[in-house]
């Protein structure tokens, strides 16, 4: 299952890698002899847990589809213009950090404001492109990792 | 907008009454003089709530979408199933109650597993119909209800 | 540090073998040849976790100064009648569950209006004991045993 | 109620102003003509919320007897280092913004690692102040205003 998640976040554009250099970004400054290598491998850990799955499962759907014009109205605008008081798109993220804690619950809140990297590169309206659902999922599985490295760092397994 | 919500919980098989039912269920041992009519009225208060409208709204698709096998597998099958790990069902539910404070939670906790109700024959599987969504989103509306209930009885406003 | 926080509920009235009890009976119509063991290891495991551990060092503390009246009003007769719209008891049990996922969370809904076993005994107030947050505590920390038993069975390790 | 909630918080160091210019600060860039007096009537409503009074009340209770030494080891040395994994003082605080749905949520992530204004001075450790909850709790009711103002510009009433 891991691998179908990754190659369907693959097929709308993120790499783990690119999931990964967000994690670095906002735990350089905590851990200065931080890996990219140890932020891949703490993101693809995350797409291990069944909720992670789950919500990316349900929400590239959501994209896809929203893409191609395929949902009724008014839900079909709604999700292709990404309206700030839908929620639903970060109500599905916050299943991800949810399970790390409240450290997962901030740095998700942080990257949805911050939109560091790729974040910020999906949130281009300018090319028929719907990613209103996966900002957000990118943003959780970025805050989620850093969560894991911080709880690691002080001994805790999640 | 509470009209066309209102439309489509009629269409998939759920009326406001049915839901006012629960709530004066699970309210009466508290409030002995409650009435049908008011819980009728605490319902339609929640579905003015921008958070019930996006989620009834995006539950209800994916219902119906995965009654017309319209989904990729995996989602697919985990939909029609119903599969006790998927999770989403309920995140979308508990976006609805959580505008109402832990009691709106703790409803819906018991809600959720006691099935009074609509929401027992929402559980049905035998007729081809999928209620994967619909089954939370009434025990989320009938929570909320209850909650405002409970609330407005202390003199606090929702 | 599970030790102590094993020591602390068990001077306020609360041993490992409560709390698995209300686990085992939950769980006993779903897996019908669970036993009191399996049960009481799997609290304990819950109780190894940093968030119920906080929880429980916080809420156990706010019940003891609570019954020495220590607080300012109007805490204090707060605390004392465990009034209903306080909610921080619940909040502070809900950090328990969440981590695992919304099983956690619907379980403890449930539990918190089903007050199973040692849950019902510790709602007595007419002994001037105060176990506002305690009832909360123990409700939580049966949930997040039950929904890791019912990962478990599905192949997850929590 | 409301007025005793505010005496509490200036009596830790923090007015309600303090509170309005963070919101200010956060929301200035979506609302260019966006007043202090709007904030601070929006920290005011705030304030009112039975959620918010509870997480004040139990919150800085908790400040004050730590800057005590009144709590039992290991509870006194995690409030008085406000240490990273203890996290009870964020779930506080979150219990204000959950009502005000997910746009609270991420507001809240953002100003807990920004530490705008008031909320930076908070964190200053150098003078045998524990401002543990505090920080948190400033944090949530400026998140929480700021999303009424979000909610309020597109014709929602919280
Ligand atoms: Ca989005
Ligand atoms: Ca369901
Ligand atoms: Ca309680
Ligand atoms: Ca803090």
């Not at 959501?62 to 191609?68: F, L």
């Amino acid at each position: 299952m891991k691998i179908l998640i990754t190659e369907m976040l693959e097929e709308r554009g993120v790499t783990l890698e690119d999931i990964a250099k967000i994690v670095l970004e906002i735990q350089k400054s905590y851990l200065p002899n931080l890996t990219l290598e140890e932020c891949i491998m703490h993101v693809s850990k995350v797409l291990e847990k069944r909720e992670t799955q789950n919500a990316v499962l349900t929400g590239l759907v959501m994209d896809m589809y929203a893409e191609k014009n395929m949902f009724p109205e008014p839900l079909q605008t709604i999700l292709k213009e990404d309206k700030g008081l839908y929620g639903i798109d970060e109500i599905l993220a916050l299943s991800i950090t949810n399970i790390y804690g409240t450290i997962g619950l901030t740095n998700f809140g942080y990257l949805d404001k911050s939109k560091i990297g790729i974040i910020n590169k999906l949130n281009d309206k300018t090319n028929g492109k719907v990613n209103t659902f996966l900002d957000d999922l990118v943003a959780a599985i970025a805050a989620a990792a850093a969560s894991r490295l911080a709880h690691q760092d002080e001994d805790v397994v999640i």
